[in-house]
């Protein structure tokens, strides 16, 4: 059984402050909790609630990180209730910790493609760019200040797991290392609605960063300055722009495609 | 000032079976008023709260209805909140008319791309994928049963509008249509996880078809047999999938690339 602070310490972590103090977060669900434990994350407690799980699959995620050691508990439906963000629960949360990933590792092996995201504001555009990035093998994502929190139980929804696999940097000072990566020979390619260089004829290289801006103010005026072209996905009909986790999954499938390697 | 039974029934458009049945629904917000206002959809009353209205953008739109002769009636804040789906509501909501769109008028100018919707159920993916269909030019939506509705208020917002110029049809027979599309020449590209044609080198011609399917189970397997090709967007990181909005943006655009017109 689950003493009422400690639920009410898992609850805590349903706001972001507290994720970030303690250095915790909450994930839901079977799907979730699959990726997690098939990733180098670490699950301090798994809390089930029997009268909602429902699937064989559920009862499987957890006999497995009950072999692996990770403490399980029982929970009743209000408790699971109260730590759940889902209408419909599948009766299973993990409280995982935060997996700290180390840039200059990541930089040793001279990756082919970065994310960088200026202010991207919405959880599931956040979860969806970061579904995509792993999906194209980008090797990390830096966070500019004032981004949704990746720990959001949306982002981490609609993210599909990725999360626990793609390295991902909150970065307090984002343009200054946008300029070492320059002045490290990676070329920067803003995605730009008003772009000077259609995304086709791009000169990626074997070291690009792509920068994606906020939903409707896009990438910060400096930064754009700052990149090597501003990349444009040619309109054919009609609309003011393209949702910006479409245009990611554009520009990356095309960067992975036309990158000299 | 509005009766109480006048806002009853448009509170009731909230609901898929008022909707249908009354072939009206809501649109809110600024931006949605004045992309609905440039369309072809027609507005039967626009409502607004003064209360709420802080930006010119919103008065600005309410003059150009009431300019046109579209009845605009005030209601208080608590009125505007029965009939609201956000949080921060603008202050201003629209009672629109459903558009009915001609099928052989849109073939009769033989498009060159028809999207073809098989059983999408999320309201954020369904709006999206309007969105970007209409950004690359497609002249038509076919939706299959089991669809979200598109006057789902979440599709309307995710749209950002779209839904009001590309023509969108319920298909009660999906199948029998993407025979017939067949038979007219349309060559029926489905996007598959597990296709075996890399979505790059897809035989497009001056008639296409893409199918996109459920967010889980992927389109039917009977039509996915019917396609002249199943496509594949390879992985080159890691995943179980893309978000399907994000693989119709990729083979949207690659669509329109590679056509030979």
Same mark, same amino acid.
């Given at each position: 059984?689950?003493?009422?602070?400690?639920?009410?310490?898992?609850?805590?972590?349903?706001?972001?402050?507290?994720?970030?103090?303690?250095?915790?977060?909450?994930?839901?669900?079977?799907?979730?909790?699959?990726?997690?434990?098939?990733s180098d994350f670490?699950?301090?407690?798994?809390?089930?609630?029997?009268?909602?799980?429902?699937? $064989?699959?559920?009862?499987? =995620?957890?006999?497995?990180? $009950? $072999?692996?050691?990770?403490?399980?508990?029982?929970?009743? =439906?209000?408790?699971?209730?109260?730590?759940?963000?889902? =209408?419909?629960?599948?009766?299973?949360?993990?409280?995982?910790?935060m997996h700290d990933f180390s840039w200059e590792q990541i930089i040793?092996h001279?990756p082919?493609i970065l994310l960088? *995201?200026? $202010? *991207?504001?919405?959880?599931?555009?956040?979860?969806?760019?970061i579904?995509?990035a792993n999906?194209?093998g980008a090797a990390a994502i830096l966070l500019?200040?004032?981004?949704?929190?990746v720990?959001?139980?949306?982002?981490?929804?609609?993210?599909?797991?990725a999360l626990f696999y793609i390295p991902i940097f909150e970065i307090?000072?984002?343009?200054?290392?946008?300029?070492?990566?320059?002045?490290?020979?990676?070329?920067?390619?803003?995605?730009?609605?008003?772009?000077?260089?259609?995304?086709?004829?791009?000169?990626?290289?074997?070291?690009?960063?792509?920068?994606?801006?906020?939903?409707?103010?896009? =990438?910060?005026?400096?930064?754009?300055?700052?990149?090597?072209?501003?990349?444009?996905?040619?309109?054919?009909?009609?609309?003011?722009?393209?949702?910006?986790?479409?245009?990611?999954?554009?520009?990356?499938?095309?960067?992975?495609?036309?990158?000299?390697?």
């Amino acid at each position: 059984v689950i003493s009422k602070n400690k639920l009410k310490y898992y609850s805590s972590l349903k706001r972001k402050k507290n994720r970030e103090r303690e250095h915790r977060f909450l994930i839901e669900g079977v799907r979730l909790c699959e990726e997690i434990f098939a990733s180098d994350f670490e699950v301090e407690t798994l809390l089930y609630c029997p009268a909602l799980l429902i699937s $064989q699959r559920s009862k499987d =995620v957890i006999a497995k990180f $009950q $072999q692996r050691g990770t403490p399980v508990l029982e929970i009743d =439906v209000k408790s699971l209730q109260q730590l759940s963000d889902t =209408v419909h629960s599948q009766g299973v949360v993990g409280v995982a910790k935060m997996h700290d990933f180390s840039w200059e590792q990541i930089i040793e092996h001279r990756p082919h493609i970065l994310l960088a *995201i200026d $202010q *991207i504001t919405d959880p599931g555009n956040m979860g969806t760019i970061i579904r995509t990035a792993n999906w194209f093998g980008a090797a990390a994502i830096l966070l500019s200040e004032n981004c949704v929190d990746v720990a959001n139980p949306k982002v981490v929804r609609a993210s599909m797991g990725a999360l626990f696999y793609i390295p991902i940097f909150e970065i307090i000072n984002f343009k200054e290392r946008l300029h070492e990566l320059k002045k490290m020979g990676y070329a920067l390619f803003a995605a730009d609605p008003v772009g000077e260089l259609i995304y086709s004829t791009a000169p990626f290289t074997t070291k690009n960063v792509l920068i994606l801006g906020n939903e409707t103010t896009g =990438v910060d005026a400096e930064i754009k300055m700052m990149a090597n072209a501003r990349l444009v996905i040619p309109r054919q009909g009609t609309g003011d722009s393209l949702n910006v986790a479409v245009a990611a999954g554009i520009l990356l499938a095309e960067m992975k495609r036309n990158m000299p390697v």
